[in-house]
């Protein structure tokens, strides 16, 4: 009964690739986001998605296109992948100010 | 805007003294501030939270905070540290976006607990 999910865990991939990560919450929760853990462990919005519609867009590359097929999902395609988008890609959920993450995926670009 | 400034990027302690780990804010709107802890190669959990009443908020395994509205700060404090409290510890403002319709969290650097036997 895990409440944020995460699949792959751990993705290793090459320069030039594509890949998706996928998400999905059973909490009930509108609104999900997928947030970026650098290197130095410093975390940082990437999206958000409030029932389906894109709401916050932090200035990423449009390498990276989120998808939401409905409320309990969010994934995430990433393009054309480069070595810096190496790191850890936490996708949480949140109801109110409150959010909840899931387990991360550690993305590896060689 | 809103930012999290975490004073001690590594604070190292002996097992069962006390620790506090250090959190300033600022924000200009409603102040909600978390507490998440990440133990090594998982995932992000709730620590604690304050989102209004009492300024005092604690944790189910004996963490606990304080809202200083004033000082701006949201410190993080265990009376006797268990060498499992070994972890890297964020602190969290949470406000609304610019279009006011989604909140998001922004994250201090990070203090990474480390718990000597």
């Known amino acids: 009964d895990t409440a944020v999910s995460q699949t792959p865990k751990y993705l290793v991939t090459q320069m030039g690739n594509d890949k998706s990560i996928k998400c999905e919450q059973n909490?009930?929760?509108?609104?999900m986001y997928w947030y970026k853990q650098d290197s130095k462990k410093f975390l940082k919005i990437m999206f958000s998605?409030?029932?389906?519609?894109?709401?916050i867009n932090e200035t990423v590359p449009n390498r990276f296109s989120p998808k939401s097929p409905d409320k309990a999902h969010l994934n995430l395609h990433i393009n054309s992948l480069e070595l810096g988008d190496s790191a850890v890609y936490f996708c949480?959920?949140?109801?109110?100010?409150?959010?909840?993450f899931g387990p991360g995926t550690r993305l590896t670009v060689t | 805007a809103q930012s999290v400034t975490q004073l001690d990027s590594q604070v190292p302690v002996f097992e069962e003294a006390p620790v506090e780990l250090r959190c300033n804010y600022s924000?200009?709107?409603?102040?909600?501030l978390f507490w998440y802890v990440q133990y090594p190669n998982q995932g992000l959990q709730l620590l604690l939270k304050?989102?209004?009443?009492?300024?005092l908020v604690k944790s189910i395994n004996g963490f606990e905070a304080e809202f200083n509205k004033s000082q701006t700060s949201f410190h993080l404090r265990k009376p006797s540290v268990h060498i499992s409290d070994t972890a890297e510890y964020f602190c969290?403002?949470?406000?609304?976006?610019?279009?006011?319709?989604?909140?998001?969290?922004?994250f201090g650097k990070g203090t990474l607990l480390t718990v000597n036997p």
């Open positions: 909490l009930g929760h509108d609104t």
């Open positions: 924000s200009s709107v409603s102040v909600y």
């Open positions: 998605y409030n029932n389906k519609e894109l709401i």
């Open positions: 949480a959920s949140s109801l109110g100010p409150v959010g909840y």
């Open positions: 969290a403002v949470s406000g609304l976006n610019s279009g006011g319709s989604n909140y998001k969290l922004t």
């Open positions: 304050y989102l209004s009443g009492s300024t």
